[in-house]
C-alpha cells in the first residue's frame, strides 16, 4: 500500500506539469492562458501557437501518461498491483486537468489519457484509434473523433478482449466520468451561445479557437 500511495502520488504531479504553459512561455513569451479558449492543452497550443509546439506538447502530455503507468508497475509487486496501477494513471489525468501548480486550471487530459490507454489497454485504444480515425473522414473534426472514438469504445471493448474484464470497465468509467466532468463547463458555455445563434455544433466544437479576450477590431473612420 506504502508504494501504492506513492505511484498515485507521483503519477499526480506528472500530470500536474504544465507543458503548454511551459512551452508557450519559455519558446513564445506568451502565456496559454490568455490565448484561444486559455485551455492549457495541446489543441490550444496547436490552433494559437503553432503546429510545432502543438506536436511537442502533445507528445510531452501522452508521455505523461506513458511514465505515470510505467512508474507505478516497476514500484509495485503485489498481485493486486493494477488497482495501483489504474489509481496512478487516473491521478496523471486529474493533475493534468487540475494541476497544483497553476492553481487547479489545466487542459482536457486527452493527450495523457490516450497516453494511459495505450499501455493499460493497448488493443482497445488501436480499437479506438480506428474509430476515431472512420469519423476523422467523415466529420473532419479531430476533437470530436478522438472524443467519440474514446468514450464510445474504450469502456465496451474490454468486456470482449479482458479477462477479468471488470477492473478494465470500472477504470474505463471512472476516466471518461472524469472527462466528461472537465467537459461539463464547455457544454454548458456552448448551449448558452447556441441559445442565441442557434448553432450548438459550431460553439461546441469550436470552444479551443476563440480570439483572446481584449482584442476587438479597429473602428472605420
Do not use: C
Not at 161 to 168: C, E, I, M
Not at 175 to 203: D, H, Q, Y
Amino acid at each position: 500500500m506504502y508504494y501504492g500511495v506513492i505511484s498515485v502520488a507521483i503519477g499526480y504531479l506528472l500530470g500536474s506539469i504544465p507543458t503548454a504553459y511551459i512551452v508557450t512561455r519559455l519558446g513564445y513569451g506568451k502565456d496559454i492562458r490568455k490565448l484561444g479558449g486559455g485551455n492549457i492543452g495541446t489543441h490550444n497550443v496547436y490552433e494559437n501557437v503553432g503546429k510545432l509546439p502543438g506536436i511537442i506538447v502533445g507528445i510531452i502530455d501522452v508521455g505523461k501518461g506513458v511514465a505515470s503507468v510505467y512508474i507505478a508497475l516497476a514500484l509495485l509487486v503485489s498481485p493486486d498491483y493494477y488497482y495501483w496501477v489504474f489509481g496512478a494513471g487516473l491521478a496523471a489525468v486529474i493533475g493534468h486537468i487540475w494541476p497544483v501548480f497553476l492553481k487547479f486550471r489545466g487542459g482536457n487530459g486527452i493527450a495523457t489519457s490516450i497516453g494511459i490507454l495505450f499501455v493499460l489497454m493497448t488493443r482497445e485504444s488501436l480499437i479506438a484509434l480506428a474509430v476515431a480515425i472512420l469519423l476523422l473522414v467523415i466529420t473532419r473534426n479531430t476533437i470530436l473523433s478522438i472524443n467519440i472514438g474514446l468514450l464510445l469504445t474504450i469502456p465496451i471493448a474490454p468486456i470482449f478482449l479482458r479477462d477479468p474484464w471488470l477492473p478494465y470497465l470500472i477504470f474505463s468509467l471512472v476516466l471518461i466520468m472524469i472527462l466528461v466532468s472537465n467537459f461539463l463547463p464547455t457544454m454548458r458555455s456552448a448551449l448558452a451561445k447556441a441559445g442565441s445563434k442557434g448553432k450548438l455544433t459550431a460553439e461546441l466544437l469550436r470552444f479551443e479557437q476563440e480570439k483572446p479576450p481584449g482584442k476587438k477590431g479597429s473602428k472605420k473612420k
